[in-house]
């Protein structure tokens, strides 16, 4: 019997951040499975100062026209804790994700992931219809929300069981 995605990995995540020195910089993190729903918000420690001109541009771009989070720190975990979580969570079984950026933080951490980029877009008619996705509330775009894009992919994963990881 082929198993499905679901089967296949511990967990859907996603992200969304700012870039600082070429590098991501998580800002809201979201993590699904069959028995948890979580989304946080990571006090990133990100100064406007330490920005590269091209950097700025960028982070006000996605902050005013893409997702629409506050730049500068607010109360939520650190980054360390949400690494924590990612190992917590790990089993053996990789993380599905959808966000090239968080592959990146992943393999730095020595966690191994599939990437989902081919699944679905939280946008596309074949998404699953009804309610709307849970969102945090605080994105100009409800569908640009880490924890709207993990319940997406994790409604379409489990109704695809015969979807293919490549």
């Not at 979580?85 to 990789?94: D, E, I, S, V």
Request: glycine share 6%.
């Amino acid at each position: 019997m082929t198993q499905t995605t679901m089967q296949r990995i511990c967990a859907i995540i996603d992200a969304q951040g700012f870039i600082q020195n070429k590098r991501f910089i998580v800002r809201e993190f979201a993590i699904k499975t069959d028995e948890i729903e979580l989304c946080l918000h990571v006090n990133n420690r990100m100064s406007l100062k330490r920005l590269s001109t091209s950097d700025l541009k960028t982070n006000l771009y996605a902050q005013q026209h893409v997702h629409g989070l506050s730049f500068l720190p607010e109360k939520g975990v650190s980054w360390g804790c949400i690494k924590e979580l990612l190992q917590y969570y790990f089993n053996g079984k990789p993380y599905g994700i959808k966000n090239n950026q968080l592959g990146n933080l992943l393999r730095e951490i020595n966690i191994p992931f599939i990437s989902l980029e081919g699944a679905i877009s939280t946008k596309d008619p074949r998404s699953p219809k009804g309610s709307a996705p849970l969102s945090c509330g605080k994105h100009i775009d409800s569908s640009r929300c880490s924890l709207a894009k993990v319940n997406q992919l994790y409604l379409w994963l489990i109704k695809q069981e015969s979807w293919e990881v490549d």
